[in-house]
């Protein structure tokens, strides 16, 4: 049964909120356990809807996962098969990083071509590029990627555009292929570094994580280990704007990594939201007068994150003026533009920027999620605007935020999980 949130808006909020380990630094680790039979202890994974379809997958391959009370253990010394079933890789696009992971252990693998999503076409011309320079042969059957090869051997590999999964796929089979794997145009990501230490972690010689070119010593084998997961930065970033978004707001965010945030913070105070430094990882927001306008374009790490761009959006209706927001990675991430218009946002979309004419009274309206971000942002609307908004395909927002409705809850947000019949 469908389930949607009913949000009452306007109440202000109080009180701490935790940030939750990052769903895109956890989603590549748990592949990464496929590089090396063995038992793994993965600490602050994020119980989301993307973990569990990510591990069904595993267990398909025939690894063994475990809850436990603070970490994940993964078991995958009986992983015996190479191919990932449509039915579960259809769910989700970061199926394709099973790609990496089975090349790089059994030299063979078969992944669903993974299909376009609500934001765009999301091609994956660069991972089976790169692959095919390790010597591998792939060809496209029945709907799958299919990889296969006697040897894999490091080469130079140029990714036209800094790809994320693309990156963390060439890592994880220039660990196990044979001499170096040079990748030019890396992408820089925290949760590529993540990656990138976690394999370094597990045996693997790599250089210049976070910089533009990575060097890679293939290893003839790597072991298990234990690593705990970094912060989410977007589930943070998307606290930060939940706690600016009422001048009656007193939240305290916790396990923030603000060196992962640094352009997001810039925009911020620009906007004239402070961060006041309380510990080592936990921040106050505080809001000084009223919102200034801005101009964000979204780039590849460190500029501003596209995974941002939805949640600032909702911040800049509340801004005294005109912003603009320009989406340079994704062709089809103004989506939620047209649900915030269905609460009065009024935003005009013109090519690929979105200009906002703020500040905006936003009135509570029924809305729907179209991909995990704007489903926040909807959320984060539904919380400041006048009246109930009720927000429907919240399976698409449980991908990415884990205990979403309680976290909000404990700060005093009316917001409730509810049948939906329709
Ligand atoms: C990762 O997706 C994230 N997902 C995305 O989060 C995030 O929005 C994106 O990076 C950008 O930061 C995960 O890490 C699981 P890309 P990814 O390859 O790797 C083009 C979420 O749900 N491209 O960096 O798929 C692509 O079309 C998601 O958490 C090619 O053309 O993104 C896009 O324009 C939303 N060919 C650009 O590169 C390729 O082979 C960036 O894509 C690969 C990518």
Do not use: W
């Amino acid at each position: 049964m469908e389930k949607k949130y009913v949000i009452r808006g306007k109440i202000p909020l109080k009180g701490k909120i935790e940030v939750s380990g990052a769903k895109n630094a956890a989603l590549p680790a748990i592949c990464a356990t496929l590089l090396a039979p063995g038992t793994y202890k993965l600490k602050k994974v994020p119980k989301v809807r993307d973990v569990f379809n990510i591990l069904k997958i595993m267990e398909h391959l025939g690894a063994k996962y475990k809850f436990k009370n603070d970490y994940l253990e993964i078991n995958t010394s009986n992983v015996n098969l190479n191919s990932v079933p449509y039915e579960l890789a259809s769910q989700m696009r970061a199926s394709i990083l099973f790609l990496g992971a089975l090349t790089g252990i059994f030299k063979e693998a078969q992944v669903p071509l993974p299909g376009g999503c609500a934001i765009g076409k999301r091609p994956v011309d660069f991972h089976i590029k790169g692959l095919s320079q390790f010597g591998a042969e792939i060809s496209l059957e029945k709907g799958n990627i299919v990889v296969k090869t006697k040897a894999l051997k490091g080469d130079i590999i140029v990714l036209d555009f800094p790809s994320v999964t693309a990156t963390e796929n060439l890592m994880m089979v220039g660990s196990l292929a044979e001499g170096e794997t040079i990748i030019k145009n890396a992408a820089k990501e925290p949760e590529v570094v993540f990656l990138g230490e976690m394999l370094k972690k597990m045996g693997a010689d790599i250089k210049g994580l976070g910089e533009d070119t990575i060097y890679i010593k293939g290893k003839k084998k790597l072991e298990p280990i234990e690593i705990e997961v970094i912060p989410d930065r977007i589930e943070a970033g998307t606290f930060l704007i939940l706690a600016a978004l009422n001048e009656e707001n007193e939240i305290i965010i916790k396990n923030i990594k603000k060196s992962h945030l640094e352009t997001p913070i810039l925009k911020l105070q620009e906007i004239g939201i402070i961060l006041e430094e309380l510990d080592k990882d936990v921040v106050k927001v505080k809001r000084e007068g009223e919102l200034k306008p801005t101009k964000i374009v979204t780039a590849p790490y460190p500029g501003f994150p596209t995974d941002l761009q939805p949640i600032f959006a909702v911040l800049l209706t509340q801004a005294n003026g005109i912003s603009f927001i320009t989406e340079n990675l994704f062709e089809n991430r103004f989506l939620y533009i047209f649900e915030l218009n269905r609460m009065g946002a009024g935003i005009k979309v013109e090519d690929k920027t979105a200009i906002i004419n703020g500040p905006i009274f936003l009135s509570g309206s029924p809305v729907k999620a179209t991909d995990l971000r704007a489903g926040a942002a909807l959320v984060l609307a539904g919380l400041i605007a006048e009246n109930t908004t009720t927000v429907y395909n919240i399976k698409l927002i449980e991908r990415g935020y884990e205990n979403l409705v309680e976290k909000l809850s404990a700060l005093g947000a009316d917001i409730k999980v509810v049948e939906d019949e329709s």
